[in-house]
Protein backbone atom coordinates (compact mmCIF):
# COMPACT_ATOMS: atom_id res chain seq x y z
CA UNK A 1 0.00 0.00 0.00
CA UNK A 2 2.57 2.31 0.87
CA UNK A 3 4.65 1.80 -2.38
CA UNK A 4 1.05 2.94 -4.32
CA UNK A 5 1.10 5.79 -2.15
CA UNK A 6 4.82 6.83 -3.36
CA UNK A 7 3.89 6.12 -6.66
CA UNK A 8 0.83 8.46 -6.88
CA UNK A 9 2.71 10.89 -5.50
CA UNK A 10 5.37 10.83 -7.97
CA UNK A 11 5.14 13.65 -10.22
CA UNK A 12 5.75 12.45 -13.46
CA UNK A 13 6.17 15.48 -15.85
CA UNK A 14 4.45 14.32 -19.51
CA UNK A 15 4.30 16.78 -21.94
CA UNK A 16 1.13 17.62 -23.23
CA UNK A 17 0.22 16.50 -26.93
CA UNK A 18 -0.31 18.74 -29.43
CA UNK A 19 -4.03 17.74 -29.17
CA UNK A 20 -4.41 18.23 -25.63
CA UNK A 21 -3.04 21.64 -26.35
CA UNK A 22 -5.50 22.58 -28.39
CA UNK A 23 -8.43 20.90 -26.39
CA UNK A 24 -7.80 22.91 -23.83
CA UNK A 25 -7.63 26.30 -25.70
CA UNK A 26 -11.01 25.16 -27.38
CA UNK A 27 -12.23 24.73 -23.73
CA UNK A 28 -10.53 28.00 -22.60
CA UNK A 29 -12.63 29.53 -25.07
CA UNK A 30 -16.04 28.42 -24.62
CA UNK A 31 -16.03 30.73 -21.59
CA UNK A 32 -15.99 33.55 -23.59
CA UNK A 33 -19.66 34.80 -24.78
CA UNK A 34 -19.16 37.94 -26.46
CA UNK A 35 -16.73 38.54 -29.42
CA UNK A 36 -14.43 41.01 -27.54
CA UNK A 37 -14.15 38.53 -24.72
CA UNK A 38 -12.54 36.24 -27.38
CA UNK A 39 -10.24 39.44 -29.06
CA UNK A 40 -9.49 40.82 -25.38
CA UNK A 41 -7.84 37.61 -24.50
CA UNK A 42 -5.95 37.12 -27.99
CA UNK A 43 -4.81 40.78 -27.73
CA UNK A 44 -4.02 39.80 -24.49
CA UNK A 45 -1.60 36.99 -25.88
CA UNK A 46 -0.33 38.71 -28.27
CA UNK A 47 1.15 41.68 -25.48
CA UNK A 48 2.41 38.51 -23.19
CA UNK A 49 4.33 36.94 -26.26
CA UNK A 50 7.47 36.12 -25.13
CA UNK A 51 9.97 38.84 -26.80
CA UNK A 52 11.61 37.35 -30.19
CA UNK A 53 15.09 37.10 -30.00
CA UNK A 54 16.62 39.95 -31.89
CA UNK A 55 18.84 37.93 -34.04
CA UNK A 56 15.64 35.84 -35.50
CA UNK A 57 14.41 39.34 -36.64
CA UNK A 58 16.21 38.93 -40.44
CA UNK A 59 14.13 39.09 -43.77
CA UNK A 60 14.22 34.85 -44.29
CA UNK A 61 12.14 35.25 -41.13
CA UNK A 62 9.45 37.65 -42.53
CA UNK A 63 6.08 36.80 -43.72
CA UNK A 64 5.02 39.65 -45.31
CA UNK A 65 1.72 40.89 -46.36
CA UNK A 66 -0.33 43.66 -47.27
CA UNK A 67 -1.76 44.53 -43.72
CA UNK A 68 1.06 43.87 -41.23
CA UNK A 69 4.48 42.07 -41.07
CA UNK A 70 5.04 38.67 -39.16
CA UNK A 71 8.67 37.37 -38.20
CA UNK A 72 8.51 33.46 -37.11
CA UNK A 73 11.57 31.32 -36.45
CA UNK A 74 12.71 28.23 -34.73
CA UNK A 75 15.22 26.67 -33.15
CA UNK A 76 15.70 23.10 -32.04
CA UNK A 77 16.14 22.33 -28.25
CA UNK A 78 16.60 18.55 -27.26
CA UNK A 79 15.34 17.45 -30.82
CA UNK A 80 12.13 19.54 -30.04
CA UNK A 81 11.47 22.28 -32.18
CA UNK A 82 10.80 25.31 -30.32
CA UNK A 83 9.40 28.86 -31.86
CA UNK A 84 9.46 31.97 -31.39
CA UNK A 85 7.27 35.08 -33.86
CA UNK A 86 6.49 38.72 -33.61
CA UNK A 87 4.46 41.07 -35.60
CA UNK A 88 3.76 45.03 -35.38
CA UNK A 89 -0.02 44.49 -35.01
CA UNK A 90 -1.49 42.69 -31.98
CA UNK A 91 -4.29 40.00 -33.19
CA UNK A 92 -2.30 38.22 -35.10
CA UNK A 93 0.87 38.17 -32.59
CA UNK A 94 -1.92 36.88 -30.43
CA UNK A 95 -3.12 34.15 -32.98
CA UNK A 96 0.86 33.35 -33.78
CA UNK A 97 0.54 32.92 -30.15
CA UNK A 98 -1.41 30.60 -29.77
CA UNK A 99 -0.07 28.65 -32.40
CA UNK A 100 3.57 28.49 -31.08
CA UNK A 101 1.57 27.06 -27.89
CA UNK A 102 0.31 24.30 -29.84
CA UNK A 103 3.30 23.21 -31.66
CA UNK A 104 6.51 24.97 -29.53
CA UNK A 105 8.31 22.08 -28.10
CA UNK A 106 7.08 19.28 -30.10
CA UNK A 107 9.11 17.14 -32.18
CA UNK A 108 9.09 17.56 -35.98
CA UNK A 109 7.16 14.56 -36.75
CA UNK A 110 4.47 15.48 -34.56
CA UNK A 111 3.80 19.17 -35.77
CA UNK A 112 3.54 17.74 -39.22
CA UNK A 113 1.05 15.48 -38.08
CA UNK A 114 -0.87 17.55 -36.70
CA UNK A 115 -3.62 19.88 -37.96
CA UNK A 116 -4.64 23.05 -35.81
CA UNK A 117 -8.12 22.15 -35.71
CA UNK A 118 -8.79 24.72 -32.82
CA UNK A 119 -8.98 27.54 -35.32
CA UNK A 120 -12.00 26.53 -36.31
CA UNK A 121 -13.08 25.42 -33.09
CA UNK A 122 -12.82 29.05 -31.14
CA UNK A 123 -14.17 30.97 -34.17
CA UNK A 124 -10.95 32.53 -36.16
CA UNK A 125 -11.52 30.59 -39.36
CA UNK A 126 -11.61 34.04 -40.73
CA UNK A 127 -8.02 34.63 -40.23
CA UNK A 128 -6.98 31.14 -41.70
CA UNK A 129 -7.70 32.93 -45.07
CA UNK A 130 -5.23 31.91 -48.12
CA UNK A 131 -6.02 35.94 -49.24
CA UNK A 132 -4.37 37.14 -46.69
CA UNK A 133 -0.61 36.17 -47.59
CA UNK A 134 0.27 36.43 -44.00
CA UNK A 135 -2.79 34.78 -42.82
CA UNK A 136 -2.56 31.87 -40.19
CA UNK A 137 -2.67 29.39 -42.88
CA UNK A 138 0.66 30.92 -44.46
CA UNK A 139 2.22 30.44 -40.71
CA UNK A 140 1.02 27.03 -39.95
CA UNK A 141 2.36 25.68 -43.41
CA UNK A 142 6.12 27.67 -42.35
CA UNK A 143 5.66 25.81 -38.85
CA UNK A 144 5.50 22.77 -40.90
CA UNK A 145 8.15 23.24 -43.09
CA UNK A 146 10.90 24.35 -40.59
CA UNK A 147 9.70 20.89 -38.74
CA UNK A 148 9.73 19.49 -42.29
CA UNK A 149 13.65 21.06 -42.59
CA UNK A 150 14.39 19.66 -39.30
CA UNK A 151 13.46 16.07 -40.20
CA UNK A 152 15.08 16.02 -43.41
CA UNK B 1 -16.34 72.58 -46.11
CA UNK B 2 -19.58 72.59 -44.63
CA UNK B 3 -20.24 74.74 -41.78
CA UNK B 4 -23.55 74.27 -40.90
CA UNK B 5 -22.31 70.59 -39.17
CA UNK B 6 -23.24 71.60 -35.26
CA UNK B 7 -26.54 73.05 -36.50
CA UNK B 8 -27.07 69.45 -37.63
CA UNK B 9 -29.47 67.19 -36.10
CA UNK B 10 -27.34 64.10 -36.26
CA UNK B 11 -30.35 61.25 -35.85
CA UNK B 12 -32.64 63.32 -38.35
CA UNK B 13 -33.37 60.70 -41.73
CA UNK B 14 -33.38 64.67 -44.12
CA UNK B 15 -29.60 65.21 -44.43
CA UNK B 16 -29.41 68.38 -46.70
CA UNK B 17 -31.85 68.23 -49.52
CA UNK B 18 -31.41 64.06 -49.67
CA UNK B 19 -33.69 61.75 -48.33
CA UNK B 20 -31.00 58.85 -46.83
CA UNK B 21 -33.49 56.92 -45.58
CA UNK B 22 -35.24 56.58 -48.54
CA UNK B 23 -31.76 56.12 -50.99
CA UNK B 24 -31.33 53.29 -48.44
CA UNK B 25 -34.00 51.29 -49.24
CA UNK B 26 -32.76 51.14 -52.81
CA UNK B 27 -29.70 49.28 -51.80
CA UNK B 28 -30.40 45.96 -51.06
CA UNK B 29 -27.06 44.85 -49.85
CA UNK B 30 -26.99 47.34 -46.82
CA UNK B 31 -30.17 45.64 -45.04
CA UNK B 32 -28.21 42.75 -43.60
CA UNK B 33 -26.68 42.12 -40.35
CA UNK B 34 -22.71 41.28 -40.50
CA UNK B 35 -21.31 39.67 -37.36
CA UNK B 36 -24.76 40.53 -35.86
CA UNK B 37 -24.82 43.90 -35.87
CA UNK B 38 -26.60 46.21 -38.58
CA UNK B 39 -23.42 46.91 -41.57
CA UNK B 40 -22.22 49.84 -41.84
CA UNK B 41 -20.45 50.29 -44.89
CA UNK B 42 -17.85 52.60 -44.97
CA UNK B 43 -15.65 51.05 -47.62
CA UNK B 44 -16.74 53.03 -50.69
CA UNK B 45 -13.69 54.42 -52.15
CA UNK B 46 -12.88 50.26 -52.90
CA UNK B 47 -16.24 50.22 -54.22
CA UNK B 48 -19.54 51.47 -53.82
CA UNK B 49 -22.94 49.75 -53.09
CA UNK B 50 -25.54 48.85 -55.93
CA UNK B 51 -28.73 50.08 -56.03
CA UNK B 52 -31.53 47.60 -57.25
CA UNK B 53 -32.30 49.65 -60.23
CA UNK B 54 -28.75 48.42 -61.23
CA UNK B 55 -29.04 44.73 -60.29
CA UNK B 56 -32.22 44.68 -62.41
CA UNK B 57 -30.99 45.51 -65.03
CA UNK B 58 -28.23 42.95 -64.82
CA UNK B 59 -31.19 40.73 -64.82
CA UNK B 60 -33.51 42.26 -67.54
CA UNK B 61 -30.76 42.42 -69.82
CA UNK B 62 -30.27 38.46 -69.49
CA UNK B 63 -33.99 37.45 -69.28
CA UNK B 64 -35.14 39.62 -72.56
CA UNK B 65 -32.24 40.89 -74.10
CA UNK B 66 -28.98 38.70 -74.32
CA UNK B 67 -27.21 38.29 -77.13
CA UNK B 68 -24.13 38.87 -78.79
CA UNK B 69 -23.83 42.72 -80.26
CA UNK B 70 -23.21 44.67 -83.15
CA UNK B 71 -22.61 41.82 -85.73
CA UNK B 72 -26.08 40.38 -85.16
CA UNK B 73 -28.88 40.80 -87.22
CA UNK B 74 -31.90 39.60 -85.18
CA UNK B 75 -33.85 41.36 -83.15
CA UNK B 76 -32.34 39.92 -79.80
CA UNK B 77 -29.03 41.12 -81.28
CA UNK B 78 -30.45 44.24 -82.11
CA UNK B 79 -31.82 45.19 -78.95
CA UNK B 80 -28.65 44.17 -76.90
CA UNK B 81 -26.60 46.12 -79.37
CA UNK B 82 -28.90 49.55 -78.82
CA UNK B 83 -29.14 48.74 -75.28
CA UNK B 84 -24.95 48.67 -74.74
CA UNK B 85 -24.82 51.54 -76.76
CA UNK B 86 -26.96 53.64 -75.34
CA UNK B 87 -24.64 53.30 -71.95
CA UNK B 88 -21.97 54.83 -73.92
CA UNK B 89 -23.90 57.86 -75.19
CA UNK B 90 -25.37 58.23 -71.80
CA UNK B 91 -21.78 58.00 -70.53
CA UNK B 92 -20.52 60.05 -73.36
CA UNK B 93 -23.03 62.96 -71.89
CA UNK B 94 -22.42 62.46 -68.49
CA UNK B 95 -18.78 63.30 -68.54
CA UNK B 96 -19.38 65.72 -71.50
CA UNK B 97 -17.43 63.82 -74.11
CA UNK B 98 -17.68 65.47 -77.65
CA UNK B 99 -19.67 62.49 -78.86
CA UNK B 100 -19.71 58.91 -77.92
CA UNK B 101 -16.95 57.72 -80.09
CA UNK B 102 -14.32 59.12 -77.86
CA UNK B 103 -15.60 56.82 -75.25
CA UNK B 104 -13.82 53.52 -75.36
CA UNK B 105 -15.17 50.35 -72.68
CA UNK B 106 -12.71 48.70 -71.12
CA UNK B 107 -12.99 46.55 -67.96
CA UNK B 108 -11.75 49.53 -65.50
CA UNK B 109 -9.66 52.48 -64.48
CA UNK B 110 -6.38 49.80 -64.90
CA UNK B 111 -7.10 48.54 -68.01
CA UNK B 112 -7.76 52.35 -69.46
CA UNK B 113 -4.46 53.41 -68.28
CA UNK B 114 -2.16 50.24 -69.29
CA UNK B 115 -4.15 50.68 -72.54
CA UNK B 116 -2.72 54.09 -72.81
CA UNK B 117 0.63 53.11 -71.87
CA UNK B 118 0.72 50.64 -74.45
CA UNK B 119 -0.46 52.01 -77.25
CA UNK B 120 -0.32 56.00 -76.93
CA UNK B 121 2.96 55.69 -74.55
CA UNK B 122 4.82 52.92 -76.58
CA UNK B 123 4.34 54.70 -79.95
CA UNK B 124 5.58 58.12 -78.57
CA UNK B 125 7.97 57.56 -75.66
CA UNK B 126 11.77 57.61 -76.84
CA UNK B 127 14.97 57.14 -75.17
CA UNK B 128 15.60 60.27 -72.37
CA UNK B 129 11.73 61.34 -72.48
CA UNK B 130 10.00 62.11 -69.25
CA UNK B 131 6.78 61.23 -67.65
CA UNK B 132 5.76 63.11 -64.80
CA UNK B 133 3.66 60.92 -62.57
CA UNK B 134 2.17 62.24 -59.43
CA UNK B 135 3.06 61.62 -55.70
CA UNK B 136 -0.41 60.72 -54.69
CA UNK B 137 -1.32 57.93 -57.64
CA UNK B 138 -2.98 54.43 -57.09
CA UNK B 139 -0.38 51.42 -58.61
CA UNK B 140 -2.61 51.59 -61.76
CA UNK B 141 -1.34 54.94 -62.62
CA UNK B 142 2.01 53.81 -61.28
CA UNK B 143 3.03 50.53 -62.55
CA UNK B 144 1.94 50.80 -66.04
CA UNK B 145 4.16 53.92 -66.61
CA UNK B 146 6.99 52.16 -65.02
CA UNK B 147 6.53 49.36 -67.34
CA UNK B 148 6.12 51.51 -70.06
CA UNK B 149 9.50 53.47 -69.03
CA UNK B 150 11.39 50.02 -68.50
CA UNK B 151 10.19 49.29 -72.41
CA UNK B 152 11.28 53.05 -74.40
CA UNK B 153 14.11 53.92 -72.30
CA UNK B 154 12.06 57.10 -71.07
CA UNK B 155 12.05 58.25 -66.92
CA UNK B 156 9.15 58.75 -64.32
CA UNK B 157 9.77 61.40 -62.66
CA UNK B 158 6.85 62.15 -59.37
CA UNK B 159 5.59 65.11 -58.51
CA UNK B 160 6.03 66.15 -54.75
CA UNK B 161 2.99 66.93 -52.52
CA UNK B 162 3.06 68.75 -49.41
CA UNK B 163 2.20 67.32 -46.13
CA UNK B 164 -1.74 67.67 -46.14
CA UNK B 165 -1.64 65.78 -49.36
CA UNK B 166 -1.35 68.59 -52.12
CA UNK B 167 0.41 68.84 -54.70
CA UNK B 168 3.06 71.09 -55.28
CA UNK B 169 1.99 73.00 -58.12
CA UNK B 170 5.63 74.93 -58.15
CA UNK B 171 7.47 72.24 -57.98
CA UNK B 172 5.32 70.90 -61.06
CA UNK B 173 5.99 73.58 -63.09
CA UNK B 174 9.77 73.67 -62.83
CA UNK B 175 9.14 69.90 -63.93
CA UNK B 176 7.96 70.94 -66.81
CA UNK B 177 9.96 70.80 -69.71
CA UNK B 178 10.05 69.63 -73.70
CA UNK B 179 11.55 66.25 -72.62
CA UNK B 180 8.09 66.08 -70.66
CA UNK B 181 5.58 63.76 -72.53
CA UNK B 182 2.96 62.32 -70.57
CA UNK B 183 1.66 63.14 -67.27
CA UNK B 184 -0.48 61.00 -65.24
CA UNK B 185 -2.66 62.28 -62.66
CA UNK B 186 -5.79 61.34 -60.59
CA UNK B 187 -8.29 63.53 -60.30
CA UNK B 188 -9.11 62.28 -56.82
CA UNK B 189 -6.61 60.37 -54.72
CA UNK B 190 -7.98 57.18 -53.19
CA UNK B 191 -5.95 57.33 -50.04
CA UNK B 192 -6.10 60.62 -49.31
CA UNK B 193 -9.15 62.25 -50.42
CA UNK B 194 -7.10 65.17 -52.48
CA UNK B 195 -9.10 66.91 -55.02
CA UNK B 196 -6.25 67.73 -57.68
CA UNK B 197 -6.19 70.94 -59.45
CA UNK B 198 -6.38 68.69 -62.60
CA UNK B 199 -7.78 71.55 -64.76
CA UNK B 200 -4.78 73.56 -64.25
CA UNK B 201 -2.29 71.01 -64.44
CA UNK B 202 -3.47 69.96 -67.96
CA UNK B 203 -3.31 73.75 -69.18
CA UNK B 204 0.24 74.03 -67.47
CA UNK B 205 1.00 69.91 -69.26
CA UNK B 206 -0.52 71.60 -72.60
CA UNK B 207 1.89 74.48 -72.15
CA UNK B 208 5.05 72.37 -73.27
CA UNK B 209 3.17 69.92 -75.33
CA UNK B 210 2.62 67.02 -73.23
CA UNK B 211 -0.41 64.48 -72.96
CA UNK B 212 -2.01 64.22 -70.03
CA UNK B 213 -4.02 60.76 -68.56
CA UNK B 214 -6.11 61.89 -65.52
CA UNK B 215 -7.50 58.76 -63.37
CA UNK B 216 -10.96 59.85 -62.51
CA UNK B 217 -11.60 56.33 -60.57
CA UNK B 218 -12.33 58.59 -57.37
CA UNK B 219 -13.62 61.50 -58.85
CA UNK B 220 -16.93 60.54 -60.76
CA UNK B 221 -19.12 59.65 -57.72
CA UNK B 222 -18.62 62.93 -56.01
CA UNK B 223 -17.66 65.61 -58.49
CA UNK B 224 -19.24 66.99 -61.76
CA UNK B 225 -17.07 65.59 -64.62
CA UNK B 226 -16.67 67.92 -68.02
CA UNK B 227 -13.65 66.43 -69.61
CA UNK B 228 -13.93 69.02 -72.31
CA UNK B 229 -13.49 72.10 -69.88
CA UNK B 230 -10.59 70.03 -68.19
CA UNK B 231 -9.21 69.83 -71.61
CA UNK B 232 -8.14 66.45 -70.36
CA UNK B 233 -6.55 64.33 -73.25
CA UNK B 234 -7.46 60.97 -71.54
CA UNK B 235 -9.53 59.98 -68.91
CA UNK B 236 -9.56 56.86 -67.25
CA UNK B 237 -12.98 55.68 -64.82
CA UNK B 238 -14.34 52.57 -63.24
CA UNK B 239 -17.91 51.99 -63.01
CA UNK B 240 -18.09 49.99 -59.95
CA UNK B 241 -16.67 53.04 -58.18
CA UNK B 242 -19.86 55.31 -58.73
CA UNK B 243 -22.98 52.63 -58.19
CA UNK B 244 -22.68 50.77 -61.48
CA UNK B 245 -21.35 47.33 -61.73
CA UNK B 246 -17.83 45.40 -61.34
CA UNK B 247 -15.92 44.50 -64.79
CA UNK B 248 -16.55 47.54 -67.02
CA UNK B 249 -15.15 50.87 -67.38
CA UNK B 250 -14.06 53.31 -69.47
CA UNK B 251 -11.21 55.63 -71.35
CA UNK B 252 -12.60 59.24 -72.88
CA UNK B 253 -9.66 60.24 -75.41
CA UNK B 254 -9.53 63.37 -77.52
CA UNK B 255 -10.24 62.11 -81.05
CA UNK B 256 -7.53 62.85 -82.70
CA UNK B 257 -5.42 61.03 -79.92
CA UNK B 258 -7.36 58.16 -80.20
CA UNK B 259 -7.39 58.17 -84.02
CA UNK B 260 -3.74 58.13 -84.30
CA UNK B 261 -2.74 55.42 -81.80
CA UNK B 262 -2.44 52.16 -82.40
CA UNK B 263 -4.66 49.22 -81.51
CA UNK B 264 -4.35 47.90 -77.98
CA UNK B 265 -5.63 44.26 -78.52
CA UNK B 266 -6.28 42.35 -81.64
CA UNK B 267 -8.98 40.08 -82.23
CA UNK B 268 -13.13 40.32 -83.56
CA UNK B 269 -14.62 44.09 -83.27
CA UNK B 270 -12.00 45.86 -83.41
CA UNK B 271 -11.07 45.17 -87.40
CA UNK B 272 -12.61 46.27 -90.80
CA UNK B 273 -10.98 43.88 -92.97
CA UNK B 274 -9.07 40.93 -92.26
CA UNK B 275 -6.65 39.10 -94.68
CA UNK B 276 -4.23 36.01 -94.19
CA UNK B 277 -1.31 38.22 -94.16
CA UNK B 278 -2.76 41.18 -92.79
CA UNK B 279 -5.79 43.16 -91.53
CA UNK B 280 -7.48 46.69 -91.11
CA UNK B 281 -8.46 48.53 -88.04
CA UNK B 282 -12.14 49.62 -87.48
CA UNK B 283 -13.40 52.61 -86.45
CA UNK B 284 -13.88 54.57 -83.48
CA UNK B 285 -14.18 53.68 -80.49
CA UNK B 286 -14.49 49.20 -82.11
CA UNK B 287 -10.81 50.17 -83.01
CA UNK B 288 -10.23 49.34 -79.00
CA UNK B 289 -12.99 46.99 -78.09
CA UNK B 290 -11.36 43.54 -79.37
CA UNK B 291 -13.69 40.42 -78.40
CA UNK B 292 -17.16 40.53 -76.80
CA UNK B 293 -17.16 42.80 -74.12
CA UNK B 294 -19.04 42.84 -71.11
CA UNK B 295 -22.44 43.57 -72.31
CA UNK B 296 -24.56 43.02 -69.44
CA UNK B 297 -22.82 45.15 -66.67
CA UNK B 298 -22.65 47.77 -69.80
CA UNK B 299 -25.89 47.97 -70.08
CA UNK B 300 -26.66 48.35 -66.57
CA UNK B 301 -23.44 50.60 -66.37
CA UNK B 302 -26.76 52.86 -67.73
CA UNK B 303 -28.90 52.31 -64.56
CA UNK B 304 -26.29 53.54 -62.10
CA UNK B 305 -25.59 56.78 -64.50
CA UNK B 306 -29.71 57.34 -64.17
CA UNK B 307 -30.07 56.92 -60.53
CA UNK B 308 -26.98 59.33 -59.83
CA UNK B 309 -28.47 61.84 -62.68
CA UNK B 310 -31.91 61.57 -60.42
CA UNK B 311 -30.74 62.47 -57.27
CA UNK B 312 -28.10 64.97 -58.03
CA UNK B 313 -24.72 65.07 -57.78
CA UNK B 314 -24.77 68.44 -56.25
CA UNK B 315 -27.20 66.98 -53.54
CA UNK B 316 -24.98 64.43 -53.39
CA UNK B 317 -21.60 66.25 -53.41
CA UNK B 318 -23.44 68.51 -50.14
CA UNK B 319 -24.83 65.20 -48.22
CA UNK B 320 -21.15 63.62 -48.37
CA UNK B 321 -19.53 66.72 -47.50
CA UNK B 322 -21.80 66.81 -44.18
CA UNK B 323 -20.44 63.43 -43.75
CA UNK B 324 -17.02 64.14 -43.95
CA UNK B 325 -17.17 67.32 -41.82
CA UNK B 326 -18.79 65.55 -39.21
CA UNK B 327 -16.41 62.68 -39.31
CA UNK B 328 -13.96 64.97 -39.27
CA UNK B 329 -14.62 66.00 -35.97
CA UNK B 330 -15.96 63.44 -34.44
CA UNK B 331 -12.45 61.26 -35.11
CA UNK B 332 -10.70 64.26 -34.13
CA UNK B 333 -11.87 64.15 -30.65
CA UNK B 334 -10.45 60.71 -30.35
CA UNK B 335 -6.88 60.78 -28.16
CA UNK B 336 -4.01 60.04 -30.75
CA UNK B 337 -5.47 59.67 -33.79
CA UNK B 338 -4.39 61.47 -36.50
CA UNK B 339 -6.07 62.05 -40.01
CA UNK B 340 -3.73 61.59 -43.03
CA UNK B 341 -4.36 64.37 -45.76
CA UNK B 342 -5.71 67.66 -44.84
CA UNK B 343 -6.31 69.17 -48.20
CA UNK B 344 -8.11 71.83 -48.77
CA UNK B 345 -10.45 70.43 -51.21
CA UNK B 346 -11.36 67.23 -50.36
CA UNK B 347 -14.03 64.30 -51.07
CA UNK B 348 -15.26 62.38 -48.58
CA UNK B 349 -12.35 60.31 -47.43
CA UNK B 350 -11.07 59.82 -44.25
CA UNK B 351 -7.89 58.21 -43.59
CA UNK B 352 -6.45 58.42 -40.23
CA UNK B 353 -3.49 56.34 -38.10
CA UNK B 354 -3.67 56.02 -34.25
CA UNK B 355 -0.64 56.19 -32.17
CA UNK B 356 0.84 52.83 -31.04
CA UNK B 357 -1.97 50.72 -33.02
CA UNK B 358 -1.69 48.96 -36.26
CA UNK B 359 -4.36 49.73 -38.20
CA UNK B 360 -4.74 46.14 -38.89
CA UNK B 361 -5.88 45.48 -35.40
CA UNK B 362 -9.05 48.19 -36.01
CA UNK B 363 -10.21 46.98 -39.12
CA UNK B 364 -9.97 43.40 -37.15
CA UNK B 365 -12.04 44.80 -34.79
CA UNK B 366 -14.84 47.22 -36.08
CA UNK B 367 -15.61 44.06 -38.53
CA UNK B 368 -16.51 42.33 -34.98
CA UNK B 369 -19.01 45.69 -34.72
CA UNK B 370 -20.38 45.28 -38.48
CA UNK B 371 -18.52 48.02 -39.51
CA UNK B 372 -16.36 48.16 -42.79
CA UNK B 373 -13.70 49.98 -43.45
CA UNK B 374 -10.56 49.58 -45.26
CA UNK B 375 -6.63 49.22 -43.82
CA UNK B 376 -3.44 49.14 -45.00
CA UNK B 377 -1.87 51.09 -48.12
CA UNK B 378 -4.65 51.47 -50.29
CA UNK B 379 -2.77 50.54 -53.55
CA UNK B 380 -0.10 53.49 -52.88
CA UNK B 381 2.45 51.84 -51.29
CA UNK B 382 5.27 55.04 -52.64
CA UNK B 383 2.56 57.45 -50.92
CA UNK B 384 2.39 55.32 -47.39
CA UNK B 385 6.25 55.91 -47.09
CA UNK B 386 6.17 59.02 -48.32
CA UNK B 387 3.68 60.10 -45.11
CA UNK B 388 6.23 57.73 -43.42
CA UNK B 389 3.93 55.51 -42.09
CA UNK B 390 2.94 51.64 -43.25
CA UNK B 391 -0.82 52.55 -43.94
CA UNK B 392 -3.95 53.87 -42.42
CA UNK B 393 -7.40 53.23 -41.39
CA UNK B 394 -9.81 54.57 -44.02
CA UNK B 395 -13.65 55.70 -43.80
CA UNK B 396 -14.69 56.20 -46.96
CA UNK B 397 -18.60 58.21 -47.34
CA UNK B 398 -21.07 57.54 -49.93
CA UNK B 399 -24.70 59.19 -50.80
CA UNK B 400 -26.54 56.32 -48.82
CA UNK B 401 -24.18 56.91 -45.39
CA UNK B 402 -25.81 58.40 -42.39
CA UNK B 403 -24.90 60.84 -39.30
CA UNK B 404 -25.61 58.00 -37.57
CA UNK B 405 -23.41 55.51 -38.64
CA UNK B 406 -20.45 58.22 -38.63
CA UNK B 407 -21.65 58.38 -34.98
CA UNK B 408 -21.39 54.37 -34.27
CA UNK B 409 -17.97 54.64 -35.98
CA UNK B 410 -16.74 56.52 -33.76
CA UNK B 411 -18.38 54.80 -30.86
CA UNK B 412 -16.94 51.41 -32.06
CA UNK B 413 -13.34 53.09 -32.48
CA UNK B 414 -13.48 53.66 -29.06
CA UNK B 415 -14.36 51.03 -27.73
CA UNK B 416 -11.41 49.18 -30.10
CA UNK B 417 -9.14 51.69 -28.54
CA UNK B 418 -10.02 50.72 -25.13
CA UNK B 419 -9.35 46.74 -26.26
CA UNK B 420 -6.08 47.70 -27.70
CA UNK B 421 -4.54 50.11 -25.65
C1 LIG C 1 -7.34 56.34 -57.71
C2 LIG C 1 -7.56 54.97 -58.26
N1 LIG C 1 -7.01 54.63 -59.43
C3 LIG C 1 -7.20 53.43 -59.98
C4 LIG C 1 -7.94 52.46 -59.36
C5 LIG C 1 -8.10 51.14 -60.01
O1 LIG C 1 -9.42 50.95 -60.40
P1 LIG C 1 -9.91 49.56 -60.95
O2 LIG C 1 -9.42 48.54 -59.99
O3 LIG C 1 -11.39 49.68 -60.99
O4 LIG C 1 -9.30 49.39 -62.30
C6 LIG C 1 -8.52 52.75 -58.13
C7 LIG C 1 -9.30 51.72 -57.42
O5 LIG C 1 -8.99 51.33 -56.32
C8 LIG C 1 -8.33 54.04 -57.58
O6 LIG C 1 -8.86 54.35 -56.40
Known amino acids: ?73 SEVQDGRLVYYADSDAVIVKGLVSLLIKVFSNHKANEIIANEPYFIDKIGMQQHLSMTRSNGLAAMVKQMKMYAIAFQS | MNTLINDIEPYTTMQGDLDVQKIRLDFPVLNQLVNGKPLIYLDNAATTQKPKQVIDSIVNYYQFANANIHRGIHTLAERATAEYEATRKSLSTFINSPSPEQVIFTRGTTESINLVAFTYGKSVLKLGDEILVSALEHHSNLVPWLMIAKETGAVVKIIPMNDEGELLIEEYQKMLSEKVKIVAINHVSNSLGT ?77 KDVFYNSFTVNELPYKFEAGTPNIADTVALKAAIDYIQRISKVKIRDHENVLLAHATKLLSEIDGLKIIGQAKEKVSVLSFVIDGVHHQDIGILLDQEGIAVRTGHHCTQPLMERCGIAGTTRASFAMYNTLEEINQLQWGLTKVLKMLR
Open chain 2, 195 to 271: INPVKQMIAMAHGVGAVVVVDGAQSVSHLDIDVQDLDADFYALSSHKFYGPTGIGALYGKRALLENMPPYQGGGEMI
Open chain 1, 1 to 73: MGIDKSIKNVEVKVLETIKEIQDQIISDFELFDEWDEKYAYIIEMGKKLAPMPEHFKVNENKIKGCQSTVWLA
